[in-house]
């Protein structure tokens, strides 16, 4: 015993190396988890919803509602690409539900940082992290649904670019990160049967569990210089980490899991918001993959058009606020040291703005 202590305290870097490994693997399996349990809740709720859009309006905030309840953008977007292939939506009225499905996505990242919540200092640099994604989803909503609403240029677009590539086929992408957490989450599943709630609160348990050791286990990398690499190499410049982010979506197929992953880096000091933000943006175009390839495979062309639709408008998005980068990120510091002095405010603005005011509006608009 005594030589692996010996050993520890010469090399505090190995063992932190395998600590953050482990809960990395942790870490990956409660998103993976959650969004198991959470599908099991509400993914009919979701698709019905979905079904019953009425008018563009309606569809903005049913994207966000639905997503917000599966925790997965990619999962919305795909049920929207399936329901327009089978004739259920029409093309203008599946855009805004993919619109909305961007804010609700981020909610998976603001839950996170609450796990940082009693300590102040980590807590402000993650939920500031955090909250970057979600702003930025909120500003590009504001500056392109009014013009797609009376314009439909992303339909007009989408539409020509889908006719091009109607007849290509799809492909399938494994991703390695389902691929290794699928299996214990799917034991889980079948050993706790038709009980969603057990599933939530392990779910949370490890997910809690693993962002303490994270933030611990990277505490002790910055010190050994893992924040030199960091900078020098994924993070160096903001097209690098752009990206950086794009290529890890595109792989993981989840932008939830990728942009949740860059929270307690922040945490823990070892990234600023001013490198998450372009990040953010590469995994927003990542993203796109999933639903992408499930509308090749329909060969539908109103279905290719809206995954189309999809990538294109996170495109937008980033062409008007990359440049005004300051906006997205000074509104997430301001906040956030607003929601650390009140620790109240995180959970009401989960639970206003990414439920009771969607529920709100949908019941009065439709």
């Known amino acids: 015993m005594k030589p692996v202590i010996k050993?520890?305290?010469?090399?505090?870097?190995?063992?932190?190396?395998?600590?953050?490994?482990?809960?990395?693997?942790?870490?990956?399996?409660?998103l993976e988890l959650m969004g198991t349990s959470l599908k099991m809740f509400g993914s009919g709720l979701a698709e019905s919803l979905i079904q019953t859009t009425t008018n563009p309006l309606v569809g903005l905030f049913i994207g966000i509602l639905a997503t917000s309840i599966i925790q997965s953008s990619s999962s919305t977007t795909s049920i929207v690409v399936g329901l327009v292939a089978g004739g259920v939506l029409t093309v203008p009225n599946a855009i805004p539900i993919v619109m909305g499905a961007n804010i609700g996505t981020s909610v998976t990242n603001l839950l996170v940082s609450l796990?940082?919540?009693?300590?102040?200092?980590?807590?402000?640099?993650?939920?500031?992290?955090?909250?970057?994604?979600?702003?930025?989803?909120?500003?590009?909503?504001?500056?392109?649904?009014?013009?797609?609403?009376?314009?439909?240029?992303?339909?007009?677009?989408?539409?020509?670019?889908?006719?091009?590539?109607?007849?290509?086929?799809?492909?399938?992408?494994?991703?390695?990160?389902?691929?290794?957490?699928?299996?214990?989450?799917?034991?889980?599943?079948?050993?706790?049967g038709d009980y969603p709630w057990i599933l939530l609160i392990l779910a949370l348990v490890c997910l809690l569990f693993a962002l303490s050791q994270m933030v611990k286990a990277l505490k002790v990398l910055v010190v050994t210089k893992a924040e030199v690499w960091f900078d020098r190499y994924l993070f160096k410049t903001a097209l690098r980490a752009f990206f950086v982010g794009l290529l890890l979506t595109a792989m993981v197929q989840s932008s939830s899991i990728t942009t949740s992953l860059a929270v307690p880096l922040a945490g823990a000091g070892l990234l600023t918001i001013v490198q998450i933000f372009p990040y953010t943006l590469g995994a927003k175009i990542g993203t796109t993959i999933t639903a992408f390839l499930a509308a090749l495979v329909t060969g539908n062309l109103s279905a290719i058009t809206v995954a189309f639709a999809h990538l294109l408008f996170n495109i937008s998005g980033m062409i008007v606020w990359w440049p005004l980068k300051f906006v997205p990120i000074n509104l997430a510091q301001k906040f956030a040291q607003i929601a650390t002095r009140k620790k109240w405010i995180p959970i009401l603005y989960i639970l206003i703005v990414f439920f009771l005011i969607p529920i709100l509006l949908i019941s009065l608009f439709r």
């Open 7 to 30: 050993f520890y305290k010469q090399h505090p870097g190995i063992f932190s190396l395998l600590r953050l490994l482990v809960s990395l693997y942790l870490f990956f399996f409660s």
């Open 115 to 192: 796990a940082q919540i009693n300590r102040r200092i980590e807590f402000e640099r993650s939920f500031s992290a955090a909250i970057v994604h979600d702003f930025f989803n909120v500003l590009a909503v504001i500056a392109l649904f009014p013009l797609q609403y009376f314009t439909n240029f992303l339909g007009k677009a989408a539409s020509f670019l889908g006719e091009q590539f109607q007849h290509i086929g799809g492909l399938e992408f494994l991703s390695p990160i389902k691929t290794i957490t699928k299996p214990p989450v799917e034991f889980f599943k079948n050993l706790i």
